[in-house]
């Protein structure tokens, strides 16, 4: 049982080999919405799931189709079971074992989306990058010069709020974008 985590929907879910049948969208959605972008350094709450919901809504605002928007939604879900670990220190074991997660994770909630997840990467990964700048630069209380991302040129189509929002509210916007998207 040694690589067995509990979820909030009760599930034993193996992270080193994830069976897609123990994947649930609640355990997702609540995990993120409780997990603090950045580390917790920024200057306000700003959950995983409320910048999931960001890239969603930032593709939908480019133009791009519903499987893309769901890619958006999804990218970081595997952080829910895995936690979020700053870029600078993911090694290849932690990636091997995110890229096996993130296949469950699509397999029992978009089987629709692996291919484009994969093959489309470059999509969803430019909007996230966009995202994860201008994060910083409206929540991170130093200056700008101490952004460690650099930017791509790419303007946001959506705006940040400054609103510090109840997990609850953003689980259950987590949760509505999800079964609007999935049954589209």
């Given at each position: 049982?040694?690589?067995?985590?509990?979820?909030?929907?009760?599930?034993?879910?193996?992270?080193?080999?994830?069976?897609?049948?123990?994947?649930?969208?609640?355990?997702?959605a609540h995990a993120l919405s409780l997990l603090c972008r950045?580390?917790?350094?920024?200057?306000?709450?700003?959950?995983?799931?409320?910048?999931?919901?960001?890239?969603?809504?930032?593709?939908?605002a480019r133009g791009y189709d519903k499987t893309i928007q769901?890619?958006?939604?999804?990218?970081?879900?595997?952080?829910?079971?895995?936690?979020?670990?700053?870029?600078?220190?993911?090694?290849?074991?932690?990636?091997?074992?995110?890229?096996?997660?993130?296949?469950?994770?699509?397999?029992?909630?978009?089987?629709?989306?692996?291919?484009?997840?994969?093959?489309?990467?470059?999509?969803?990964?430019?909007?996230?990058?966009?995202?994860?700048?201008?994060?910083?630069?409206?929540?991170?209380?130093?200056?700008?010069?101490?952004?460690?991302?650099?930017?791509?040129?790419?303007?946001?189509?959506?705006?940040?709020?400054?609103?510090?929002?109840?997990?609850?509210?953003?689980?259950?916007?987590?949760?509505?974008l999800y079964k609007e998207l999935i049954n589209d």
């Amino acid at each position: 049982m040694k690589n067995i985590i509990s979820t909030f929907t009760g599930e034993s879910f193996n992270i080193l080999t994830p069976d897609p049948t123990t994947v649930k969208i609640e355990d997702i959605a609540h995990a993120l919405s409780l997990l603090c972008r950045a580390n917790g350094h920024f200057n306000r709450f700003y959950s995983v799931a409320e910048h999931s919901i960001n890239c969603c809504k930032e593709a939908a605002a480019r133009g791009y189709d519903k499987t893309i928007q769901l890619c958006c939604l999804l990218h970081d879900a595997s952080e829910a079971y895995m936690c979020d670990i700053p870029r600078p220190i993911k090694g290849q074991a932690y990636m091997e074992n995110e890229d096996r997660l993130e296949k469950a994770i699509l397999t029992a909630l978009a089987s629709h989306c692996i291919e484009p997840f994969f093959d489309e990467q470059a999509l969803w990964h430019t909007i996230d990058d966009t995202m994860l700048y201008w994060e910083f630069e409206n929540y991170f209380k130093n200056d700008v010069k101490a952004n460690p991302i650099p930017d791509n040129g790419q303007m946001l189509h959506i705006m940040l709020s400054s609103q510090i929002r109840p997990f609850e509210d953003v689980q259950n916007e987590f949760l509505a974008l999800y079964k609007e998207l999935i049954n589209d």
